[in-house]
């Protein structure tokens, strides 16, 4: 817990409405100091009338002056990530376009603002801060240059909110079905999963022949997802209409909620460890020193893996993601077939499949094979 001066220094800022840089270096500050978050998570929440003003001047400075190598920027960063995901426990609406601005900022800010977020929960906020137009959503997921991983979560947000009777199911069709034409690059990219998965979720069988045409291209992936595996969850879609889907988490749908109870598990919400401290445990550090195929193949008798925040992340996951990306721009890889799929990530809790599919587009760069105990 927050040193009790700390917490005073939190409110007295929240109170002034005072810059988001200096509620970031408590929240820096606090963390070096072998703390979590959570104190300050609290303070804004008891006072969220004044906070909200502040956190969107926040994202607007920093949408007009994008972070840097800087430490002032990293600490911006760091407190941008909270900012995000408190807007969307308090389904500001308010927040929606400018959210969307920030998600398409370049990649290497992407990575360092959101982290494992990019995948676990960007689509859930942006579907709880929606404001019914979704013009800002179709920017995101049709710019190019934004993160594919996050176009991709973004089209899951479009579905997410259609199901919730936000979206005429209409639109939503008439965009995704245009995206057949209009989504860049028309060559392999992982927004395209995402686009498959939101016609499958709406139980779009009239676009079912679009999707098996965007397999047979190679748009998606097989080592992602198979056309049967579209088809099987398309034809659970149709037969149980707003049901959860066959695979994932069960909240892999559902609107972002608590963020302490949502976060309470990841690393940056553990307290950091004291500097006399020799303990070299997987454990302590989030997981930085062992490789994401050890964490795979330990997810069978682990309920949870380690997360990290931008603060710390976890040094695989970061060089595996850029080399993703590289390699899914170039669309130069080597073939890998696993039998590990994407509807197995129930077996992986926190372990975020696009994750996954990171490290097995860093290995495919490099023309290895891996390989995993699950099944087919």
Not at 18 to 26: H, T
Not at 234 to 241: K, M, N, R
Not at 356 to 364: G, I, K, M, T, V
Request: proline letters at 6%.
């Amino acid at each position: 817990m927050i040193h009790s001066g700390g917490q005073a220094r939190l409110a007295a800022t929240i109170a002034a409405n005072r810059s988001i840089n200096d509620w970031s270096a408590l929240t820096t500050a606090s963390t070096s100091l072998v703390v979590s978050p959570v104190a300050a998570i609290r303070a804004a929440n008891e006072d969220r009338a004044a906070v909200v003003p502040v956190f969107l001047r926040a994202i607007e400075e920093y949408l007009a002056s994008p972070g840097s190598g800087s430490p002032a920027a990293a600490s911006r960063s760091n407190a941008l990530f909270f900012v995000f995901h408190l807007l969307g426990q308090w389904r500001e609406k308010a927040a929606y376009r400018l959210l969307t601005q920030l998600l398409r900022r370049p990649r290497d800010e992407i990575d360092v603002i959101f982290g494992g977020a990019i995948t676990e929960t960007t689509h859930r906020v942006m579907a709880a801060v929606f404001d019914g137009d979704p013009a800002p959503l179709y920017d995101v997921i049709l710019d190019p240059k934004a993160e594919d991983s996050i176009r991709s979560r973004m089209i899951e947000a479009l579905a997410m909110v259609t199901l919730r009777g936000e979206l005429p199911r209409e639109e939503a069709g008439r965009f995704l079905r245009a995206c057949y034409a209009e989504l860049e690059p028309q060559e392999e990219n992982f927004a395209w999963d995402g686009w498959q998965c939101a016609i499958a979720m709406l139980g779009l069988a009239e676009l079912k022949p679009q999707v098996e045409q965007a397999f047979a291209r190679g748009f998606i992936n097989n080592a992602w997802l198979e056309f049967k595996h579209f088809e099987r969850d398309l034809q659970h879609a149709i037969d149980h209409p707003g049901a959860p889907p066959l695979h994932g988490p069960d909240n892999e749908y559902t609107l972002f909620g608590d963020t302490i109870e949502e976060l309470s598990g990841w690393y940056s919400f553990r307290p950091k460890p004291a500097e006399n401290d020799d303990s070299t445990s997987d454990d302590d550090d989030g997981g930085a020193r062992r490789p994401l195929t050890t964490m795979i193949r330990a997810a069978g008798t682990a309920s949870k893996l380690p997360w990290s925040t931008p603060s710390g992340m976890s040094a695989a996951m970061i060089p595996a993601r850029a080399a993703a990306a590289a390699s899914s721009r170039n669309a130069a890889s080597t073939p890998v077939r696993l039998r590990y799929r994407r509807r197995d990530c129930g077996q992986i809790g926190r372990y975020s499949y696009t994750c996954w599919h990171a490290e097995l587009r860093s290995a495919a760069a490099a023309g290895d094979t891996l390989d995993t105990a699950g099944g087919a």
